[in-house]
């Protein structure tokens, strides 16, 4: 159900390859094309519609809020930031009192990296294989196979070097004394939903302690209850140093957070941080409306069932196998996901792709029905395999 009015980029920048397919309008899983027709969709805008679309309590907080008052910047205090960071601290469970809102997930990990280079006087980061951090000058340069594609940058602002995922040796050989941060996706998105597991995660923080590195959770794509738990390091039980998160924190109204230890946000002073819009009242209102809305709907539970039933229910027609947590997931494909993608679209439903050639990657809403997960197997099972 392709739709073949969608139109080319007019005026815009032409450097996303769009689907083809124009939204005119969207409720609960559900887009609308602008022939009217319906899609089911199962990459929920990249992972930020974590409520899906319409949700009654997300858009009455925003309009409730844009009413109220649309807009203070951070000196000026606002109750709604004052309850939208105490809410996600308590949401997190972790170790983690402090939260610095910022506006993208790109701009987060900047502003992650810059702690940690500056609370540590070292000037070398770690990052791992496969794994993604956004586009601006530090993110863009702790992302894998950045330089040789996209990254543009004259060279990198800080010393970068990559570990090999799963290899334990490599974590002692390569984390040392020089160090200042190691920054991990616990659970990769775009590389495709690779869980780099407990273990791994594990023997990172303990690497990080022994050498006095510090160590980063970007969260942005399976924070926020998508893998089934509020973080990932809640599920692997491993504690960061610094947490990042957006996509779902604001179900489409764009925002992000990042997330301290205290010893962290003690260091800090007045202009250590800064950001005009991060912390706007709008973005606060949105957050507030998510994390209430996962816990009163229990769509935490919701997430790892409904994860689970994929995994056992689609490995038919061209998926041979999956990967990941929750509702962040990769099915593998015996031939090239964007093809097994295009299919799928063909027959109304959205799936998206990764950086893994083979692999289709999920990240539906987190109000997903079984009845829809049906629908997916069906039409998969009505494909080549
Ligand atoms: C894990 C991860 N980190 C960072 C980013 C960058 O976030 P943003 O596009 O909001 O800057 C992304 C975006 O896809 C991501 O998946």
Not at 121 to 132: D, N, T
Not at 228 to 239: E, K, R, S, W
Not at 310 to 316: K, L, T
Not at 353 to 376: A, K, N
Request: net charge neutral; hydrophobic share 45%.
């Amino acid at each position: 159900m392709s739709d073949p009015a969608a139109p080319d980029q007019g005026f815009l920048a032409s450097v996303f390859a769009q689907y083809p397919l124009e939204v005119v309008s969207a409720e609960g899983v559900w887009l609308r094309n602008a022939r009217g027709e319906r899609l089911l969709d199962l990459y929920g805008g990249h992972a930020v519609a974590g409520l899906g679309y319409a949700h009654p309590a997300w858009t009455a907080a925003l309009e409730q809020q844009a009413r109220a008052c649309q807009f203070q910047s951070n000196v000026v205090a606002m109750a709604v930031r004052e309850r939208a960071a105490a809410q996600l601290v308590r949401f997190a469970a972790l170790p983690l009192p402090r939260v610095f809102f910022v506006n993208s997930g790109a701009e987060a990990n900047e502003n992650a990296l810059k702690v940690a280079l500056r609370h540590t006087q070292r000037a070398q980061i770690l990052a791992v294989e496969g794994g993604f951090h956004g586009r601006t000058a530090a993110a863009g340069a702790v992302s894998w196979g950045a330089r040789e594609k996209w990254y543009g940058f004259p060279r990198a602002p800080f010393e970068v070097s990559f570990l090999p995922r799963g290899r334990l040796q490599a974590i002692e050989a390569q984390v040392t004394e020089a160090t200042a941060a190691v920054i991990v996706e616990p659970v990769q998105g775009l590389a495709g939903a690779v869980d780099l597991g407990r273990e791994y995660l594990q023997a990172l923080r303990a690497r990080c302690d022994a050498v006095g590195a510090l160590l980063i959770f970007d969260e942005v794509q399976c924070g926020v209850g998508r893998t089934g738990y509020p973080f990932a390091a809640n599920l692997h039980q491993v504690v960061p140093d610094l947490l990042t998160c957006a996509k779902a924190l604001g179900n489409g109204f764009p925002c992000a957070a990042l997330m301290l230890s205290a010893p962290l946000a003690a260091a800090l002073r007045p202009e250590s941080l800064g950001t005009t819009f991060g912390g706007g009242p709008l973005a606060c209102a949105a957050i507030e409306a998510v994390l209430t809305a996962i816990e009163s709907d229990q769509l935490l539970e919701r997430v790892r069932r409904l994860g689970e039933y994929i995994r056992a229910s689609c490995c038919v027609g061209p998926v041979s196998g999956h990967q990941g947590q929750g509702l962040l997931v990769g099915l593998r494909t015996t031939r090239p996901a964007k093809q097994v993608q295009a299919e799928l679209l063909e027959g109304g439903i959205l799936a998206g792709t990764s950086s893994d050639p083979q692999v289709l990657r999920l990240l539906p809403p987190y109000i997903l029905e079984e009845q829809h997960v049906d629908m997916l197997r069906d039409a998969l099972r009505e494909l080549p395999p």
